[in-house]
């Protein structure tokens, strides 16, 4: 019986850690619009890019990171993120 109250118990106190770890783990970040300022060319790679406020970003592309073009300085972007980093860039229209 001891076991047994050892065990829910514990895993009472696991399900309650994930609850509480997840709302922060679920938010991602809300989309960013710029400007790029600078990049790497390459998978992986990085995009500075710098938004309406002049605040600049640094965002690390990955193989997961889907990429709407291909994209030169001066091009402006929506970022968007998930909880895993960045999760894609998009060419604005009336860009090029």
């Given at each position: 019986?001891?076991?047994?109250a ?87 229209m009336?860009?090029?």
């Amino acid at each position: 019986m001891c076991r047994l109250a050892r065990r829910v118990l514990g895993g009472f106190i696991l399900l309650a850690i994930v609850v509480v770890s997840l709302p922060n783990f679920a938010h991602a970040l809300p989309p960013v619009q710029g400007e790029v300022v600078s990049m790497t060319a390459g998978i992986p790679g990085t995009m500075v890019i710098r938004d309406d406020k002049g605040q600049l970003h640094i965002l690390n592309l990955t193989q997961q990171t889907q990429l709407g073009g291909r994209f030169k300085v001066g091009d402006k972007v929506l970022v968007f993120f998930s909880p895993y980093g960045v999760s894609a860039v998009q060419l604005q229209m009336g860009n090029r």
